[in-house]
């Protein structure tokens, strides 16, 4: 298929509905699997991130019914046998670009009684495992890597023992991890981050009816093994915050328009982006909102605004670590210079998102210093991005694999001057299926 193009747009006006939660979605794959009875799951995302959690827990022997049928609303039934019930897979297990899906699945895992393979693609093979394999290993598991990346040989073990694991970086993933081992350990696991991440485990655990204890306003959460299954469970998932911000920046800086995103999660450890639409002075609002399934959601409203700078950093990184290429397309249109620090996680992601970001803003024609930790970038004032000076045509932005730069890119194309093609655009379906459809369906000529 040809490289989607995407040009300048003079009017978005639109009702969007935001796919489902990706950290949600895995999760409720992984509850409603080692839970007794029938989890249902809906506007449960249908991306390539979590088909592959999806997967894994079907060659572990659950029986997974999935209603794909109607787009607007893709449905799992998941029927759970307990933990007990879960049986060693015949075969490797793919987890395709997922970080999440193989840091999580490590702890589920060294806590079982049988041997794993997990491998994953290109970018998920250079990405550090060491994270998670080092506590793992305080706790009696027994993993092999590749000097601490992927393919990962976990050896299970129904010995582990609970620790209490003073983490060096706010990490869901490392947080998820060990308190998957900890539902398999003997006594107490705690975990102690330096800043709060997301906590969509701890709610659902709560949820699925786990001993957890842990308070929204700490940085520490402790659990033990529970003595009896975690029960299935109802769950509407709500729409992904880090896809609506997409749709928010394109809000912001495109001319005449208003973009309604409906039932987006607004956990409060996911919506850094909020507060970075506030600080820089974006016209918005958020409304019916509502809590299900312990996970609280909104529609949110973006209008055409006029943006100003401001400083990302400290404990806000962590509450939009994933949202930060396109908070770079927003401050690119900002009106003065706006600093991104403390972000050096972001070297570790899908691609080394400093890098990545910082080449896609300056094939967009815009000003920006790499930094160790983030970026400093001098705003374009609302001007539509020129491309760089030696660009003639259309603006070609590669997304090296990572979807959330193919994205980005996409939304600086509809307030480009010479539009912007996407290279490497399929990457998008790791966690937004229909994000092309979107633009398409508009007057954006794609
Ligand atoms: C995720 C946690 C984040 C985030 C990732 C999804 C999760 O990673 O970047 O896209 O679902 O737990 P870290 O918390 O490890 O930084």
Redesign the pocket.
């Known amino acids: 298929m040809a490289n989607p193009i995407i040009s300048k747009i003079k009017n978005f006006k639109k009702s969007i509905k935001i796919p489902g939660d990706?950290?949600i979605s895995?999760r409720s794959i992984i509850f409603g699997s080692i839970a007794k009875g029938r989890t249902e799951v809906t506007n449960f995302l249908t991306g390539e991130d979590c088909i592959c959690t999806q997967k894994a827990f079907e060659a572990l022997g659950v029986e997974i019914e999935t209603y794909y049928g109607t787009p607007d609303n893709p449905t799992l039934r998941i029927n759970g046998k307990g933990m007990l019930a879960l049986q060693e897979p015949k075969e490797e297990i793919y987890l395709g670009n997922s970080?999440?899906g193989m840091?999580?699945l490590s702890g589920l895992f060294a806590g079982l009684p049988f041997e794993f393979k997990l491998t994953g693609d290109e970018s998920l093979s250079s990405r550090p495992m060491k994270r998670v394999i080092n506590p793992l290993t305080e706790m009696g598991a027994s993993i092999d890597s590749q000097d601490g990346k992927a393919p990962l040989l976990i050896h299970g073990t129904n010995n582990l023992q609970g620790i209490t694991y003073k983490s060096p970086i706010?990490?869901?993933?490392?947080k998820?991890c060990l308190l998957l081992a900890g539902l398999n350990a003997e006594g107490v696991t705690t975990i102690i981050e330096p800043e709060k991440?997301?906590d969509?485990s701890e709610r659902m655990l709560e949820y699925f009816g786990s001993p957890i204890s842990h308070h929204s306003a700490s940085l520490e959460v402790s659990i033990k093994k529970p003595e009896k299954d975690l029960f299935a469970q109802i769950i509407r998932v709500p729409g992904d915050i880090s896809s609506a911000a997409f749709f928010m920046v394109a809000g912001a800086i495109c001319e005449n328009s208003e973009l309604v995103l409906e039932n987006v999660g607004i956990n409060p450890t996911r919506t850094g982006i909020l507060d970075v639409l506030t600080m820089m002075k974006v016209d918005f609002s958020v409304e019916n909102i509502s809590d299900e399934a312990r996970e609280p959601r909104a529609d949110i409203i973006v209008k055409s605004s006029n943006i100003k700078a401001c400083e990302i950093s400290s404990d806000l990184i962590?509450r939009l670590?994933?949202e930060i290429p396109v908070i770079a397309i927003l401050a690119a249109q900002a009106e003065g210079t706006t600093v991104i620090k403390n972000a050096e996680?972001l070297k570790v992601?899908e691609s080394n998102r400093i890098a990545t970001t910082v080449n896609m803003l300056k094939l967009l024609g815009v000003n920006v210093e790499e930094t160790e930790d983030g970026m400093i970038i001098e705003g374009l004032a609302g001007k539509a991005f020129p491309g760089a000076k030696d660009s003639v045509n259309t603006i070609a932005i590669d997304s090296n694999g990572d979807h959330r730069i193919a994205m980005s890119s996409a939304i600086a194309g509809l307030h480009s001057e010479k539009g912007v093609e996407i290279i490497k655009s399929e990457f998008v379906n790791t966690s937004f299926p229909g994000f092309f459809e979107i633009l398409r369906k508009e007057e954006a000529k794609i």
């Open positions: 990706k950290s895995h970080g999440t840091r999580l706010a990490s869901a993933q490392v998820s991440s997301r969509h962590p670590i994933d996680e992601k």
